[in-house]
């Protein structure tokens, strides 16, 4: 079976990769938003897996305890201290709230509406203490600008996730902010994996058997694809199941009927007809050419079309599956394509580095020869100044 991908920038993949193998695993998701939509902790939950799912925003707590019963759903924030905090909402674009002030400034000068409520404020220790079994699988933390405050509540040496994906850049931007909290997490034997452009990875140093799993992006040997196309594709064949198995409807053509100017012989549904016998005709007495041309002609007949059917809701909504599913294949092409540039770049790049590296041996062994003539140049002078016959004929060079 495929693996359907639910994160925005395909974590969930990679975090299957390094632990796919682990059976009822158990995760921790700061940040978390949605039991769904860009969450990276829905296909494990589907697997069999659990966790904690820490959201504050209110807004989100049921829709989480009716998608994830299994799941701890806590409707806090996360820092440093225990209390309250002010959280930062941003209506008009989902995943932006922010208890992080600067953040919640930066939207602002956007244009971007803020709404603000007071949350409850938890360390991560303390929601470990309470909730969480020995061992953790993965940690993920995404809390739009306040990382730093969600590190610094978090015990390290009591609580060892095997891998720690942090968001680490400024949020909306390509920026890195890493910097601002890397110093909370290497100290604590965490060492860095990867870096997918969003997000770092880290593995604890006792589990560093899981580092190679997170060295390189998603691909195509992950066998994965996105839960958007999945459900294009199943609704597709939902469609065709339904029109196969309902009857086939045929509209009537539409007929068009002949005209009083039409002979039976020249109309327009004309069919051969049986000539009968001869009959003797008698042609009508001579009317006057006058009386022809005061004679009026027949109105024309208009043949009117019945008013247009609308399309029915399923033939409807499969052409919109079908749009969605064409759209998707593209972005997909887009991808592969772009991965297929990026393959060749690297290619490139290892062979100039290794053209680089060749001129770079040829420039050395050019150096050490030029230096052994040298070095032959200088031996040679100073036998010939250290000579016999150098010495005699001294005079003579004067």
Known sequence: MALISYAQNAEDVLLWRALGQVEHGFYIDVGANDPEEDSVTKWFYDAGWRGINIEPMPSYQAAFAYARPRDINLAVACGAAEGSITLFDTPAVNGWASTDAGTAASHRAGGVAIVEQQVPLRTLAGICAEHAPEHIHFLKID?????AEVLRGMDFQRWRPWV??????????????????EGLVTPHDYRYAYFDGLNRYYVAAERSHLLAALTVQPNIFDAYIHHHLDKAWRRVDTLAQD???????????????????????????????????????????ATPVAAHAAKPMPAPVTVTAPPATPMPAPARERS???????ETRAQLARAHEQIRAVRYSL???????AL???????????????????????ARIHA???????????PLRL
């Not at 809390?143 to 990382?147: D, I, K, L, R």
């Not at 068009?256 to 069919?271: K, S, V």
């Not at 919109?320 to 064409?326: C, R, T």
């Not at 001129?359 to 150096?367: K, L, Y």
């Open 143 to 147: 809390v739009e600008g306040f990382e």
């Open 164 to 181: 720690l994906v942090i968001e680490a850049t400024i949020p909306n931007s390509r920026t890195t902010n890493h910097e601002q909290w």
């Open 243 to 285: 029109k196969a198995a309902s009857p086939a409807t045929d509209t009537p053509a539409l007929q068009p009927q002949p005209g009083p100017q039409d002979t039976p012989a020249m109309g327009p549904m004309a069919t051969p007809a049986v000539t009968p016998a001869a009959t003797p005709v008698t042609a009508p007495p």
């Open 320 to 326: 919109e599956a079908e749009l969605l599913l064409a």
């Open 347 to 353: 290619r490139d790049a290892d062979r100039l580095r």
């Open 356 to 378: 680089a590296q060749q001129d770079a041996g040829s420039a050395a062994h050019r150096q050490r020869q030029a230096e052994a003539v040298a070095q032959q140049r200088a």
């Open 384 to 394: 010939l100044e250290t000579s016999w016959s150098w010495r005699v004929t001294a």
